[in-house]
């Protein structure tokens, strides 16, 4: 079995690797059509404008949450597990954007049989604008 | 003369509260549907292994493929309530306006091709307080995911905020 990373490898403070994407219609559009969101304001300049986004349309909050998702697997691997994801959505993913999920590990413990680890994550874009602040659990293997 | 309601809480809500409703059934989940979910969500780059590689997967303690943890197995359903979009039109008095305030999801097991998801919700609670908003009402709702062996995959808790 491979693993990225084990517990004893990761202590509070440590930063989740910064994990970026590049969001327009080619990737909104892809979105929707495996989630099923098609919705005026993620597809059309003049609905997200009435929707009073002056830029016009705007990327969809889940997303970001998938984001935070491909950030934390990424890092963790294939064979850990995501436990816990919470998130709200806050400023609006605007064409062209650069999103990019940060995270740092604020605690870490063994729970429920499980050795845990605790992160605060938020996904930023390049003006450095949190929109989407939330934490994640994940459970990692021990070496022990 | 008509008065304000002191309260954005309907006796509707407290029928309903801790209530589940009905359940939805997911169709039984592909293999490629979990690898376009997979490229959708990484596009431009290539998805994890796990969700597309069955020779891969196999190797690792999942045994086989495994869908991304917020791979939503009900999307595309043939009969729907209402079509998609959004109104342009403002809604207005208190207790109309509303807005998404954000979600926790807790994770199970994972879901692979070949599962069938049941899906039930429930009102769970809420609480109401002065905000900058005005009187706010903040619901707490609960969305249970269970596969076809009654494992747990995801229980979600939804904050909706109404001023």
């Not at chain 1, 495996?34 to 304001?41: A, G, K, L, T």
């Not at chain 1, 609006?92 to 954007?97: G, S, T, V």
């Not at chain 1, 845990?116 to 070496?143: E, F, K, M, S, W």
Request: glycine share 8%; hydrophobic share 35%.
């Amino acid at each position: 079995m491979t693993y990225n990373v084990h517990f004893e490898d990761v202590n509070v403070g440590d930063s989740l690797p910064a994990w970026s994407r590049t969001t327009d219609f080619m990737s909104w559009n892809r979105y929707a059509a495996v989630n099923d969101e098609f919705v005026y304001i993620h597809m059309d300049d003049e609905a997200g404008r009435a929707a009073l986004n002056e830029q016009g349309a705007f990327g969809m909050g889940n997303l970001r949450y998938a984001y935070i998702v491909n950030a934390l697997h990424d890092w963790i691997g294939d064979e850990a597990e995501i436990r816990e994801i919470g998130c709200q959505f806050r400023a609006i993913n605007q064409k062209n954007d650069t999103l990019t999920v940060v995270g740092t590990v604020t605690d870490k413990k063994i729970e429920d049989g499980e050795h845990r680890i605790y992160l605060d994550v938020n996904v930023v874009n390049q003006l450095g604008d949190a929109t989407c602040p939330g934490h994640a659990v994940v459970a990692l293997p021990a070496r022990t | 003369m008509t008065t304000e309601p002191q309260t954005l809480v309907t006796p509707d809500m407290t029928e309903r509260q801790g209530v589940w409703g009905s359940e939805r059934v997911s169709p039984p989940i592909s293999e490629s549907d979990v690898r376009k979910w997979a490229i959708a969500c990484y596009w431009p780059e290539s998805p994890p292994r796990i969700y597309w590689d069955a020779a891969y997967a196999a190797t690792t303690r999942w045994g086989g493929i495994i869908a991304a943890p917020d791979f939503n197995p009900f999307a595309w359903p043939v009969e729907r309530e209402a079509p998609t979009g959004m109104t342009n039109t403002p809604r207005s008095g208190r207790g109309q306006r509303g807005m998404n305030g954000g979600q926790v999801d807790t994770y199970g097991v994972p879901m692979r091709p070949g599962d069938v998801i049941t899906s039930r919700n429930r009102l769970r609670d809420w609480n109401e307080r002065e905000t900058r908003l005005g009187p706010t009402l903040f619901t707490f709702s609960e969305t249970e995911w269970r596969n076809q062996r009654g494992e747990l995959v995801k229980l979600r808790v939804s904050t909706g905020i109404r001023y």
